[in-house]
């Protein structure tokens, strides 16, 4: 396969090219040296990039056939939800379909600032600003919060985009094992104290769905003098009396400088925000990155998650279903002998262990009318590979019993339970 696809590249070189090939690196060799995606599409067990046809939210429709989706982050159904699709299609109507420049110069409107001013009411801070996706947050307020002489402390299982936004940002990272806050003071107190100290930490963890412990790093922030920034992007809508996040769930939301969310989860759409005092707001607003330097999130999302937001306030039983939902299926997983981790969260992992063993039981349940997401190293440890499933407020107990039934068979045909 490797040699059928250098030929290929080969010929398509100019002659003057080919007179280099070979004789200087290539800096495209990786690139034809990579087979793991083509092998596992010849062994027909090749998970990503799925060509899902239509999408009802609970159910998707592949290669023409209905399943169960147990894979989406849509944990409170919002984004199929009438109020939502009808104020995305006004906003469209209203501005177009994009806003084609920055909000720092042309791209602001006021759609932006007063889903602002609500996100910064409901988690409780003093102002928000709001960003074209999740990543971007994480990877630009990091890097404009912490310099290249400063400490951040950072959970071995946290999100890609804080792992890329500490390195981004250049500073002395301090990787501490997951929750462990044993480790975290170990590194806390061994730091300069000539250094300021951020500490980063994911709300909701975004695999298993355990949730950091908050109220212990608070603690050990205002121990040993650092600020505090909570990832809640699985965490909103979810955590807290009225779904605020971590922060309100411990009781510890004046102990946390910045809340982050993003909006591609509970409110069913896309885009993030970041949440804190008015002093360090403004500051981020003139300095972030990927706030001054990319397109404004388009009026469409930002309408819809303003109309979910109203949703979430006004309805709590849809937090209520998807936490029973979820503890429906954890305990019944547990009682068919799955391993679930410590989640108590909709993320429920089904930790299997080897990847290939996942990716077959993957391929199983989607052919039975399950999805699911394989996880492997490096979103997970080595040998921790696991099926992510994750659960929402609109999964009916039909739905919930049919893949019950599916995990139990084909658990025991692959081994994963006895
Ligand atoms: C914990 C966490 N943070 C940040 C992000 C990035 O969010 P977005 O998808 O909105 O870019 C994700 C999304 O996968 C996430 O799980």
Sequence with gaps: MFIEFKDVAFQKMTATRKRYFGR??????????????????????????????????????IDGQKRVMLGSNNYLGLSTHPKVVEAGIQALKDYGSGLTGSRFLNGNV???????????KYVGMDRALVFSSGFGVN?????????????????????ASIVD???????????????????????????????PRFIVTDGV???EGDIAKLDEITALANKYHARVMVDDAHSIGLLGPKGEGTAAHF??????????????????????????????????????????????????????????????EKEPDRRKAVMENSKYMREKL????????????PIIPIIIGK??????????????????????????????ALLRTSYMATHTRDQLDFCLEQFEKIGKQRRVIS
Aim: negative net charge; charged residues 20%.
């Design 24 to 61: 200087v690196p290539d800096i495209f060799t990786k690139m034809y040296n990579f087979t793991r995606a083509k092998t596992a599409k010849a062994l027909g067990y090749y998970p990503y990039f799925p060509n899902i046809e239509k999408s009802d939210a609970t159910e998707v429709t």
């Design 110 to 120: 006021t759609l932006h600032m007063e889903l602002e001013q609500r996100l910064a």
């Design 139 to 159: 990877l630009g307020i990091i890097s404009a919060v912490a310099g290249q002489n400063d400490y951040v402390f950072s959970d071995e299982m946290n999100h």
């Design 165 to 195: 936004g500490i390195r981004f940002a250049g500073s002395i990272k301090r990787k501490y094992r997951h929750n462990d806050m044993k480790d975290l003071e170990y590194h806390m107190a061994s730091a300069e104290l000539s250094r």
């Design 205 to 207: 963890f975004s695999m």
């Design 251 to 312: 009781g510890v939301t004046k102990d946390v400088d910045l809340i982050m969310g993003t909006f591609s989860k509970s409110f069913g759409s896309l885009g993030g925000f970041i949440a804190g005092e008015e002093a360090v707001i403004d500051y981020l607003q003139h300095h972030t990155r990927t706030m001054i330097f990319t397109a404004a999130l388009p009026p469409t999302n930002v309408a819809s998650t303003m109309a979910a937001l109203e949703l979430m």
């Design 334 to 345: 547990k009682s068919l002998g799955f391993e679930v981790g410590e989640t108590e969260t």
């Design 355 to 384: 990847d290939v063993k996942t990716f077959y039981m993957w391929k199983d349940l989607l052919a039975a009318g399950v999805y699911t997401n394989p996880i492997v190293s490096p979103a997970t440890p080595p040998g921790r």
